[in-house]
């Protein structure tokens, strides 16, 4: 089986139009919220709600970690990031909703997203146990480009 990857980035909404969004479905749009729509725009590392936080609160010192969680739980019940358990320790949010699955690395715990074509992934109708199965990820686990350069550095020279 031929399959072809390659890690990109895909953009959640621009924080605009995740603005026009909550206005639409009659949610305050607040400072917070703009600065979080902001902090996923574009962003890459699949980050967990402390690192958003921790990026908003340099600006607003006084949101809280539950307002953060709770601003990410409505993007997610909205559809427009994903919340992943990746077994990295924290949920990880994905402002790439579209089809794709993970890399992760084991020593970091870095992530990167993967677009492969493996087909038609499913579970045979007679495993799936009395689920409905909505979709199916792959996540790979191994060593990234960095620490796998770390672990050459530290291996004795032959």
């Known amino acids: ?37 902001q902090v ?26 539950k307002t953060v969680y709770q601003i990410l739980n409505e993007l997610v019940a909205l559809g427009e990031i994903l919340q992943l358990d990746l077994g990295t320790g924290a949920s990880r949010f994905d402002p790439n909703v579209s089809q794709h699955h993970h890399l992760v690395c084991v020593a970091c715990g870095k992530v990167c997203d993967l677009y492969a074509n493996y087909g038609d992934l499913q579970v045979p109708p007679e495993q799936q146990q009395g689920f409905t199965v909505r979709s199916a990820e792959v996540v790979f686990r191994g060593l990234c480009d ?13």
């Open 1 to 37: 089986m031929e399959t072809n990857f390659w890690c990109i980035l895909t953009l959640v909404r621009a924080p605009a139009e995740l603005t026009e969004l909550f206005r639409q479905r009659g949610l305050k749009v607040t400072p917070q919220r703009q600065r979080i729509f």
């Open 40 to 65: 996923l725009a574009g962003n890459r590392v699949h980050p967990t709600a402390e690192s958003v936080y921790a990026t908003v609160r340099a600006e607003l010192p006084t949101i809280s970690l």
């Open 146 to 158: 960095q620490c796998n350069k770390k672990k050459e550095e530290r291996a004795p020279h032959a």
